[in-house]
């Protein structure tokens, strides 16, 4: 008998204002003692919803409408609360997405494990005090941290607080939802890392929800694909990595590369995820699946066992039957037929040296402040130069507060540098006032990581392509409309009358990104800087939104600074990088020199931190 057994399972959201959504779909599975399962897909896939349906942590209007949950031997689906708290801790554990959320920001590290293990078991205030420091070393953290309070722990350091406290009572079954997901590589790896190493002392099972395909499938022994609420494959990893069977699998798995590799294509998929309160029929997949037969668009295909897994797919069992897989060069034409292959270009143009638009020259950045009577003083930036060149992207990597964001602050003239000079177009910019300043900052503008708070939830998009355009370029009534409508275009939103009208919400993640891409070239910049603008996005769309901004610099001899800890994007759309640690630029030259023959020990520490399915995949054969 499995540890974990879920069969047919239903979870829907219900509302009396707005249409039901059926979030989680007839989906059945089983977890080991012992076995980490990777649960992958898009956002709105429903894997959030069926992780917290499973430790029974729905929220209203969420709601399970049919299947049971059985948990060793015991089915908890209908367990009152009363009934599951001495279950939560001791066998059932969970480690949120956002470390700076999960933990309560008024109380000590100390008390917060105090009050789990207290609640649970009998022990005296130096047991437990002993235990806690165990805990805290567990995940490679001094316990003098313990009488820290959050907000004085970095990110990473937070989400080890956040394991150790899922580990404190030695549950039997982890559910880690989006674990590492906005912490920088290297970080992101000690963690994982940290945890396989726990995960096979303790044995505990572990539920991995990510939509990384890369980590998931370096790190879990069998991985599943939902969409649109439903388990469309189920395999173990090394069998997903070799063929993947599912379309929709394919295409997740075609959206990842290692960078280091001398010739790299990443695919997207076409379309968007479906409306689940509409009547849908056949493969909710089929609108956007390429290979997709007359039969996928009226009959929906049941999960049935294929090879060493199962799979959900009428095209994957007719060439399965026939002998026929999509696999190789064939998944390679297939998807340049389709249009959904984006390749970087050849970075060694022969059409001269372009014009440098800013220069960024010995420019140091120094925080200080006084901490009792104490005066501190802390350098962010040290002694960086750099030049952005017209059609041209430069690419800033290194990891969470190596300097990155701080460089950007002082370009678009938020921050002023302590030394150093930075100049536009051969004149300082801190000497400039006014309407000087005014007309540097047009030429100045920024793509944000979070397409989600970038815009205004309450203000339609024509509004926020307006505005620019009223600031800088003056225009108004007819003119200013026919000119968002020709952002809008730009961007690849069409017919853009109609999203011109829509609000935020009503757009996906990719298509919000494309709106703050259209507002960042509204007053017609010269330079776009670009901090982490796919971070936040599906890897599904990620190299659609890529494609975008590369057209754009090229097309327009935009200068762009692309900010980000991702050295895949970096290698795809960048000419330049440019290596910051602690402040200080330790490597730079050609994109595909520094990635392929780094000279640097930092560099190569980013690059190890890639995750590497292969590699892993290789070493267990």
Same mark, same amino acid.
């Given at each position: 008998?499995?540890?974990?057994?879920?069969?047919?399972? =239903?979870?829907?959201?219900?509302?009396?204002?707005?249409?039901?959504?059926?979030?989680?779909?007839?989906?059945?599975?089983?977890?080991?003692?012992?076995?980490?399962? /990777?649960?992958?897909?898009?956002?709105?896939?429903?894997?959030?919803?069926?992780?917290?349906?499973?430790?029974?942590?729905?929220?209203?209007?969420?709601? @399970? #409408?049919?299947?049971?949950?059985?948990?060793?031997?015991?089915?908890?689906?209908?367990? =009152?609360?009363?009934?599951?708290?001495?279950?939560?801790?001791?066998?059932?554990?969970?480690?949120?997405?956002?470390?700076?959320?999960?933990?309560?920001?008024?109380?000590?590290?100390?008390? %917060?494990?105090?009050?789990? @293990?207290?609640?649970?078991?009998?022990? =005296?205030?130096?047991?437990?005090?002993?235990?806690?420091?165990?805990?805290?070393?567990?995940?490679?953290?001094?316990?003098?941290?313990?009488? *820290?309070?959050?907000? %004085?722990?970095?990110?990473?350091?937070? %989400?080890?607080? !956040?394991?150790?406290? &899922?580990?404190?009572?030695?549950? $039997?079954?982890?559910?880690?939802?989006?674990?590492?997901?906005?912490?920088?590589?290297?970080?992101?790896?000690?963690?994982?890392?940290?945890?396989?190493?726990?995960?096979?002392?303790?044995?505990?099972?572990?539920?991995?929800?990510?939509?990384?395909?890369? +980590?998931?499938?370096?790190?879990?022994?069998?991985?599943?694909?939902?969409?649109?609420?439903?388990?469309?494959?189920?395999?173990?990893?090394?069998?997903?990595?070799?063929?993947?069977?599912?379309?929709?699998?394919?295409?997740?798995?075609?959206?990842?590369?290692?960078? $280091?590799?001398?010739?790299?294509?990443?695919?997207?998929?076409?379309?968007?995820?479906?409306?689940?309160?509409?009547?849908?029929?056949?493969?909710?997949?089929?609108?956007?699946?390429?290979?997709?037969?007359?039969?996928?668009?009226?009959?929906?295909?049941?999960?049935?066992?294929?090879?060493?897994?199962?799979?959900?797919?009428?095209?994957?069992?007719?060439?399965?039957?026939?002998?026929?897989?999509?696999?190789?060069?064939?998944?390679?034409?297939?998807?340049?037929?389709?249009? #959904?292959?984006?390749?970087?270009?050849?970075?060694?143009?022969?059409?001269?040296?372009?014009? #440098?638009?800013?220069?960024?020259?010995?420019? +140091?950045?120094?925080?200080?402040?006084?901490?009792?009577?104490?005066?501190?003083?802390?350098?962010?930036?040290?002694?960086?130069?750099?030049?952005?060149?017209?059609?041209?992207?430069?690419?800033?990597?290194?990891?969470?507060?190596?300097?990155?964001?701080?460089?950007? $602050?002082?370009? +678009?003239?938020?921050?002023?540098? #302590?030394?150093?000079?930075?100049?536009?177009?051969?004149?300082?910019?801190?000497?400039?006032?006014?309407?000087?300043?005014?007309?540097?900052?047009?030429?100045?503008?920024?793509?944000?990581?979070?397409?989600?708070?970038?815009?205004?939830?309450?203000?339609?998009? *024509?509004?926020?392509?307006?505005?620019?355009?009223?600031?800088?370029?003056?225009?108004?009534?007819?003119?200013?409309?026919?000119?968002?409508?020709?952002?809008?275009?730009?961007?690849?939103?069409?017919?853009?009358? $109609?999203?011109?009208?829509?609000?935020?919400?009503?757009?996906?993640?990719?298509?919000?990104?494309?709106?703050?891409? !259209?507002?960042?070239?509204?007053?017609?910049?010269?330079?776009?800087?670009?901090?982490?603008? @796919?971070?936040?996005?599906?890897?599904?769309?990620?190299?659609?939104?890529?494609?975008?901004?590369? &057209?754009?610099?090229?097309?327009?001899?935009?200068?762009?600074?692309?900010?980000?800890?991702?050295?895949?994007?970096?290698?795809?759309?960048?000419?330049?990088?440019?290596?910051?640690?602690? /402040?200080?630029?330790?490597?730079?030259?050609?994109? %595909?020199?520094?990635?392929?023959?780094?000279?640097?020990?930092?560099?190569?520490?980013?690059?190890? =931190?890639?995750?590497?399915?292969? &590699?892993?995949?290789?070493?267990?054969?």
């Amino acid at each position: 008998m499995a540890l974990l057994e879920v069969r047919d399972l =239903s979870v829907s959201y219900v509302s009396k204002k707005r249409p039901t959504v059926p979030a989680v779909r007839n989906v059945s599975f089983d977890i080991g003692e012992g076995e980490i399962v /990777g649960l992958v897909g898009e956002s709105g896939s429903g894997k959030s919803t069926l992780g917290n349906a499973l430790i029974r942590i729905l929220e209203p209007p969420g709601e @399970i #409408t049919s299947g049971t949950i059985t948990f060793d031997g015991r089915d908890i689906t209908r367990l =009152s609360e009363a009934e599951l708290r001495p279950l939560r801790w001791t066998q059932i554990a969970t480690v949120f997405q956002s470390s700076m959320n999960s933990l309560n920001p008024v109380l000590k590290i100390e008390a %917060q494990f105090r009050d789990v @293990i207290e609640l649970h078991e009998r022990m =005296s205030r130096e047991q437990v005090d002993e235990r806690i420091a165990e805990l805290l070393r567990t995940v490679e953290i001094d316990p003098a941290f313990m009488n *820290h309070y959050p907000h %004085q722990l970095s990110g990473g350091m937070k %989400q080890r607080v !956040a394991l150790a406290l &899922a580990l404190a009572l030695r549950p $039997r079954f982890v559910l880690l939802d989006e674990p590492t997901t906005g912490l920088d590589v290297v970080v992101q790896r000690q963690i994982l890392l940290r945890l396989r190493e726990l995960q096979r002392e303790q044995g505990f099972a572990v539920l991995f929800i990510s939509h990384d395909l890369g +980590t998931v499938l370096e790190f879990s022994d069998r991985v599943m694909v939902m969409y649109a609420g439903e388990l469309v494959e189920t395999r173990e990893s090394a069998d997903m990595l070799r063929a993947p069977r599912h379309p929709y699998s394919r295409g997740l798995l075609g959206s990842y590369a290692d960078p $280091r590799a001398e010739d790299i294509r990443i695919t997207f998929i076409p379309g968007r995820p479906p409306d689940l309160t509409r009547r849908l029929q056949g493969c909710l997949f089929a609108p956007r699946c390429v290979d997709a037969l007359d039969r996928c668009h009226v009959e929906a295909p049941a999960l049935l066992p294929l090879g060493r897994g199962e799979v959900a797919c009428h095209v994957a069992m007719m060439r399965a039957e026939q002998g026929k897989e999509l696999v190789g060069e064939a998944v390679i034409a297939r998807d340049e037929a389709a249009g #959904t292959v984006f390749v970087p270009r050849n970075r060694d143009d022969t059409e001269g040296a372009p014009e #440098t638009l800013l220069s960024l020259r010995n420019v +140091t950045k120094t925080f200080s402040g006084r901490k009792r009577f104490v005066r501190t003083t802390f350098t962010a930036v040290d002694d960086v130069s750099f030049d952005l060149r017209a059609g041209k992207v430069t690419a800033l990597v290194g990891q969470s507060g190596s300097g990155k964001s701080t460089i950007a $602050r002082m370009i +678009t003239a938020i921050d002023r540098p #302590t030394s150093g000079n930075i100049l536009f177009e051969g004149r300082s910019i801190d000497q400039m006032r006014g309407a000087a300043l005014k007309d540097y900052r047009r030429n100045i503008q920024m793509v944000f990581q979070d397409p989600f708070s970038a815009l205004n939830p309450s203000l339609p998009v *024509h509004y926020a392509l307006g505005r620019p355009l009223i600031n800088y370029q003056g225009l108004d009534g007819r003119a200013r409309r026919q000119r968002i409508l020709e952002l809008l275009e730009s961007v690849g939103l069409t017919p853009a009358e $109609r999203y011109a009208e829509m609000l935020p919400h009503q757009l996906s993640g990719g298509q919000r990104q494309r709106v703050v891409v !259209a507002r960042a070239l509204a007053p017609e910049p010269r330079i776009i800087i670009a901090d982490e603008p @796919i971070s936040m996005l599906d890897v599904s769309i990620r190299a659609e939104v890529l494609q975008l901004l590369d &057209a754009l610099v090229r097309d327009r001899r935009i200068a762009m600074l692309y900010i980000t800890h991702d050295l895949l994007s970096a290698r795809l759309i960048a000419d330049e990088m440019l290596v910051l640690n602690r /402040g200080r630029v330790v490597e730079a030259g050609p994109v %595909q020199q520094v990635i392929r023959q780094p000279q640097d020990d930092y560099t190569r520490l980013l690059l190890d =931190s890639i995750p590497r399915p292969q &590699a892993a995949l290789a070493a267990a054969e």
